[in-house]
Every structure is written in C-alpha cells, then in structure tokens.
Nanobody, 120 residues
Framework: QVQLQESGPALVQPSHTLSLTCTVSGGSITTNLNYWSWVRQPPGKGLEWIGAIGYNGSPYSGPSLKSRASISRDTSKNQFTLQLTSVIPEDTAVYYC????????????WGNGTLVTVSA
C-alpha cells in the first residue's frame, strides 16, 4: 500500500519561498496513470487543489496559485516537491500530498499533512 509523507519547514517568512517535499513509499511515482498532487486547507476553510505532477513528469497547475506554485520530482528518491514563491499570511494552511487517478480528482492516498504558518 502506498504511503506519503510530507516534510518541510513549519514556519516561513512573508515574501519567502515555501518548499515542501513528499516522500512516497510502497509504490513508484513513475507508475503508469498515477498523479501526485498537492492540496492545502487553510484554517477554517475548505480544501484547495494546488497542482500535480504526472507519472510521466507532466505538470498541472491549479488556477488560483498558478503563477506562484511549481511542482517537480526526483525519481531517484521517489519524491515530489512543491515550491510556492512570494508567500503571504493567507498561504498559512495544512499542506497535503496526495496520490490520485487524475491530476485533480480521484484522490485515494493522502499524507498526514503538515501545517505551514506564514509569519514574520
């Protein structure tokens, strides 16, 4: 069974870049027709899909953070990474990495999530 684990800083200063890594075990990020997504949930709000990277390395971006978010991968480490530039306090959220059957739906395996706070 595939397992995902987020890692990265818990506190980021405004205007800096947030970088989170998801380490996948029990399966390969290059497995055919698997998509690897980042989803976040700000305090008191709903889930927001940030973007994804496909099994073949193709990137997908959500509409709200398209200009600031990028997702990459390291197949040798079976990891994928989110970078969010120029962060603002409104980027404070629990960030989840997720495996999905499609870039933006069919999410069937979730990491535990990691709280990132944007504050000076």
């Amino acid at each position: 069974q595939v397992q995902l684990q987020e890692s990265g800083p818990a506190l980021v200063q405004p205007s800096h870049t947030l970088s989170l890594t998801c380490t996948v075990s029990g399966g390969s990020i290059t497995t055919n027709l698997n998509y690897w997504s980042w989803v976040r949930q700000p305090p008191g709000k709903g889930l927001e899909w940030i973007g994804a990277i496909g099994y073949n390395g193709s990137p997908y971006s959500g509409p709200s953070l398209k200009s600031r978010a990028s997702i990459s991968r390291d197949t040798s480490k079976n990891q994928f990474t989110l970078q969010l530039t120029s962060v603002i306090p409104e980027d404070t959220a629990v960030y989840y990495c997720v495996r999905a059957a499609n870039p933006w739906s069919g999410m069937d395996s979730w990491g535990n999530g990691t709280l990132v706070t944007v504050s000076a």
